[in-house]
């Protein structure tokens, strides 16, 4: 069994949809929490990091992890075509070696105009 | 501008040649990764090192070396003990030993086996 599970998906919305984009995990020792986005044929991006329990928030984009259940997610509000890209969580237990992080497989999205 | 520059693009490689991708940073990070990522799959580590002269093996070492004889480089060479090397193959820097969340990614070298 994977450390990080992650919604396989592909996703496919209308624009100025909700997104929820979900991953599980077994690692306790999990405290860092990272989505990365990723064009085709492009290397990923930071999209936001979150650390231990709760929420945050950046523009339309919201990071939400729940200890407890094991589970985060990321939701992306009135979803753009720009979106279109495949977002992966990565997870480790500390801030350092960020390289070195636990990352799932990717869930590919399309926002249809 | 800072960043990770990795090179070539696209590499095509013949049977039993061993190849060497490229990857070049500005940003003054300390670490730096090898990943390889297939179709469907995340990313899977290789190799890193967080010092010159210094590398570590990740999940997959096995077919590839590294050196990392400068700060700012990291080639990655795929021999020809790979059984599968067709994937793209992403190099990233770090910050080490401070705090940090966030690995900056090269643009990825296409390998493909012909």
């Known amino acids: 069994q994977k450390e990080v599970e992650q919604d396989p998906g592909p996703l496919s919305v209308p624009e100025g949809a909700i997104v929820s984009l979900n991953c599980t995990y077994s690692?306790?020792?999990?405290?860092?929490f990272m989505w990365y986005r990723q064009y085709s044929r492009k290397g990923p991006e930071l999209l936001m990091y979150?650390?231990?329990?709760g929420n945050k928030e950046d523009g339309r984009f919201t990071a939400q992890v729940d200890k407890s259940s094991k589970y985060i997610s990321l939701f992306i509000r009135d979803s753009q075509p720009s979106d279109s890209a495949t977002y992966l969580c990565?997870?480790?237990?500390?801030?350092?070696?960020?390289?070195?992080?636990?990352f799932g497989d990717g869930t590919t999205l399309t926002v249809k105009p | 501008d800072g960043g990770i520059t990795q090179s070539p693009k696209y590499l095509f490689r013949k049977e039993g040649q061993n190849v060497t991708l490229s990857c070049e940073q500005n940003?003054?990070?300390?670490?730096m990764y090898w990943y390889r990522q297939d179709p469907g799959q995340g990313l899977r580590l290789i190799y890193y090192?967080?010092?010159?002269?210094?590398?570590q093996k990740g999940d997959i070492a096995e077919g590839y070396s590294v050196s990392r004889e400068k700060k700012e480089s990291f080639p990655l060479t795929v021999t020809s003990a790979q059984k599968n090397p067709t994937a793209f193959y992403l190099c990233?820097?770090?910050?080490?030993?401070?705090?940090?969340?966030?690995?900056?990614f090269g643009q990825g070298t296409r390998l493909t086996v012909v």
């Open positions: 990565a997870m480790s237990p500390t801030n350092t070696n960020a390289g070195k992080s636990t």
């Open positions: 690692n306790s020792a999990f405290q860092y």
């Open positions: 090192s967080q010092i010159v002269n210094d590398f």
């Open positions: 979150t650390y231990s329990s």
């Open positions: 940003l003054n990070h300390d670490a």
């Open positions: 990233a820097s770090s910050t080490v030993p401070d705090f940090n969340t966030e690995a900056f």
